[in-house]
């Protein structure tokens, strides 16, 4: 039966066969008859490009963890639902097309399979790749209203997570830089067993550049010394995973956009310029956010600001 109905026999061992390979069926419910009325299922699927995933909640898509038929048999995956009202806060946002990904699963007892029906039809290719093009908008007006926007003038959003810093501070939940060097000694550097020693005029030299930087810079480098390794961990897998769909990654510099958000403290937006595409001849230029950070030079400390800063600090 299944060799003329192209279904496909999943790799968990729960004895039900599927019709996509990408459709994961772990654990099943059955009656005193043995025959089964519920199985949890899980759609193993990847997205391209990679940051479409972040309009999607992955657990109650049932992409990240499994989810009872009962409860859930058809899933829409909506990667516009906060495309306005991201685009009239930011002043940016990118809208997805399709729209709209719907999942549909259904099991027959008769002939032991579980089925899964994706509309708009071949949106999710047989590796499990959910391919989607994209156009990035600008808001102008608001872009101006940010630029132009107050220092220390908050919205309410803001106002919040301003209290949260507040209390981070006092609990002492900043998270230190890398440690620096002192000022008058020149300590010794072991590196794969072999002590080599610094030079001592160099680091004067190295610290009378640094004195002379701006705050704003200070706060830069604050952010570079604590989180630059994370940041570059998180560009490195997301390149991974392009190449592992067979697609482009073309990633610039990042870029580091300081606004004072307190007395000594500043708000460090994090982002990077990429060309990406299925092929060289077909790239498409887009912004990748790396995350909001909140600096306080004072007490040389960093905190995440965003989600995508506490994402890229909990994971990498």
Partial sequence: MCALSGCYTPLNNSGITTNKPWLDVSTVRTDFDGKQYDSCVQFNIRFWPQEA??????????????????????????????????LATKGYARKYTPEKVTLKVTHSNFVNLTK???????????????????????????????????QNTFTPEEEALEQAFSAARKTKRFHPPATTLSVKSAPAVVHDNITVATEPAKEKEEIKETTD?????KAKNILQQYAGMQIDAYFYQMNKTYRNQGAIFMLSDRLLQTSTYGDGIYLITCHAKARTGVDSTHLNSSDFPCGKWLVDISKERVIPYDKKAHTIEESY
């Fill in 53 to 86: 995933a972040e309009r999607i909640n992955l657990s109650k898509s049932c992409i990240s963890a499994c989810c009872w038929r009962s409860e859930q048999n058809e899933i829409v995956l909506d990667f516009n639902k906060n495309f306005e009202k991201e």
């Fill in 116 to 150: 899964v029906k994706v509309s708009p039809q071949g949106a999710i290719n047989n590796k499990g790749v959910l391919k989607l093009t994209y156009e990035d908008f600008d808001n102008p007006v608001r872009l101006a209203q940010l630029k132009q926007k107050p």
């Fill in 213 to 217: 930087l701006s705050e704003a810079e």
